[in-house]
C-alpha cells in the first residue's frame, strides 16, 4: 500500500551522503519496527547537481520538493566548486529551495545532552537540562530589503547600504510558528528586537503583541531587546522557551544559542512555509553543519545532526511525536554510554565512525522497542 508521507532526500556533497546514509537506515527501521513507511525519492543538490547538470538545483528537484511532504536535506558546498561565480556556486541550490518554498520560518533547538554537559563552554549548572527553541525569520529583513548597495558619493567617499524592512503579515506568519511550536513545549515566547532604535523593531513588536491577544493569550509572551537577549543566552540560557525574532538578530542569537550545546556535528534544524491545501507545512529539515570537506570521505562525520534532523520531521511534519522521541532517546543513550565519533570525544569515550555510530542508533532503537 503506498504511503501518504513523501520525502525527498538530498544528500547534497562532502559529508552530507555519508551522514544521510545512516538517517536512511534509521528510515528503515522505523519502516520495519514501527510500521511507519515513507515514500522516499532522491536527488542531486550542491556540488552534485552542478556536476551532473551544471546548475546547483534543477527544476524538476524544485518541483519535486514543492510536492513532497518534507525535504531532507545533508550538505552542500566544498572547495572543487569555490572558484565559481557566487550566482553558480552549489550554496546556491539551498537558497533556490528555500526562496520557493518559501521557507520564511527557521526552527533551531538548542538541546544540552546531559552527557555532553562537559562540552560546552559554560558552566555545566548553567546548561545541563537546557532545551529552547530559536524561530528565526528566513525570507525578510535586512538580508534581502530595498534599497541595497555600495555607491560612490560625489566627494569620493563610498556608502554601503541595506534596509531592514518587515510587513505586518511577514511578522505575523512567523510569529504565529512560534506560539503554535510554544503550545507543544512549555508555553511561553520571548519576541526579541530592537524596538529602542529601530521604527522596524517597533512594529514587530506591536505585531507581536497583537496576534498575541487576538490568537494566542494562553501562550505567554514578553519582549526583549535582541542585545539584552545575547547577554541572556550566556548568562541564563534556561529562562527561555521559544525566541522568535527577525532574520539578522535571528541568525546571530541562533549561532551563540547552538554553540551553548557543543559540537556542529548535533544541530539540527527546520524551516518551515505556510499550510498548503493539504493542509501540511512546507518543511525542510537539514543539519546546521556544512559539508565539512576537511573530513570527507573518511567515515569520522557525526551523523547525528542528521538524525536529529529526522527526528524533527517526525515530530513536526507527521505528527509522530513518539516516533521522534524513540529517535532522540537513541541519541541520548548512545551518548550516555560514551559512545562518540571524534568531533565530540571525550577521556574515556569509545571514539567510532559515522557507520559505526548509526549501528549504536539501531541498537539502541532495537533494544527500545525489544
Ligand atoms: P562546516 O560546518 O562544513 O565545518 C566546520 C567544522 O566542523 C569542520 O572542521 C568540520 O570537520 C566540522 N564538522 C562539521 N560537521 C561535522 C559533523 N557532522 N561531524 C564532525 N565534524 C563536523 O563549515 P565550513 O568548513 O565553514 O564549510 C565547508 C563547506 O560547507 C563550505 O563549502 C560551505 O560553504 C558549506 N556550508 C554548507 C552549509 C549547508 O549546506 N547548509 C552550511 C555551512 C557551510
Not at 524533527?312 to 529517535?327: E, K, N, Q
Amino acid at each position: 500500500m503506498p504511503s501518504n508521507k513523501s520525502l525527498l532526500v538530498l544528500p547534497g556533497d562532502g559529508i552530507g551522503p555519508e551522514v544521510m546514509g545512516q538517517v536512511r537506515r534509521v528510515v528503515d527501521w522505523m519502516d520495519k519496527r514501527r510500521a511507519v513507511s515513507f515514500d522516499i525519492s532522491e536527488d542531486l543538490v550542491g556540488g552534485a547537481a552542478i556536476d551532473a547538470h551544471g546548475i546547483p538545483v534543477t527544476d524538476a528537484t524544485v518541483e519535486k520538493a514543492m510536492g513532497v511532504d518534507a525535504v531532507l536535506l545533508g550538505a552542500v558546498g566544498g572547495p572543487k566548486w569555490d572558484s565559481l561565480d557566487f550566482s553558480k556556486k552549489p550554496e546556491r541550490g539551498l537558497l533556490r529551495l528555500r526562496k520557493d518554498l518559501q521557507l520564511y520560518a527557521n526552527l533551531r533547538p538548542a538541546l544540552c545532552f546531559e552527557a555532553l554537559v562537559e562540552a560546552s563552554t559554560l558552566k555545566p549548572e548553567v546548561v545541563a537540562g537546557l532545551d529552547i527553541m530559536i524561530v528565526r525569520e528566513l525570507t525578510g529583513g535586512v538580508y534581502f530589503g530595498e534599497p541595497r548597495g555600495i555607491e560612490t558619493l560625489p566627494n569620493g567617499e563610498r556608502r554601503g547600504v541595506n534596509t531592514q524592512v518587515y510587513t505586518t503579515s511577514e511578522i505575523r506568519r512567523v510569529a504565529a510558528v512560534a506560539f503554535e511550536l510554544a503550545r507543544k513545549r512549555n508555553g511561553r515566547v520571548t519576541s526579541c528586537e530592537k524596538a529602542n532604535v529601530m521604527e522596524s523593531g517597533v512594529l514587530w513588536r506591536e505585531e507581536v503583541q497583537k496576534l498575541h491577544d487576538e490568537s494566542f493569550q494562553d501562550v505567554e509572551l514578553s519582549h526583549m531587546y535582541a542585545d539584552n537577549a545575547a547577554m541572556q543566552l550566556v548568562r541564563n540560557p534556561k529562562q527561555f522557551d521559544v525566541i522568535v525574532t527577525d532574520n539578522l538578530f535571528g541568525d546571530i542569537l541562533s549561532d551563540e544559542a547552538s554553540m551553548l550545546t557543543g559540537s556542529l556535528g548535533m544541530l539540527p534544524s527546520a524551516s518551515l512555509g505556510d499550510v498548503d491545501e493539504t493542509g501540511r507545512r512546507k518543511a525542510m529539515y537539514e543539519p546546521v553543519h556544512g559539508s565539512a570537506p576537511d573530513i570527507a570521505g573518511q567515515g569520522k562525520a557525526n551523523p547525528v545532526a542528521t538524525v536529529l534532523s529526522l527526528a524533527m520531521a517526525l515530530r513536526y511534519t507527521f505528527d509522530l511525536a513518539d516516533d521522534a522521541d524513540l529517535v532522540e532517546k537513541a541519541v541520548e543513550k548512545v551518548l550516555a554510554k560514551g559512545i562518540r565519533t571524534a568531533d565530540i570525544q571525550a577521556p574515556g569515550s569509545q571514539v567510532v565512525s559515522t557507520g559505526q555510530m548509526g549501528d549504536a542508533l539501531l541498537a539502541e532503537l532495537d533494544a527500545m522497542a525489544a
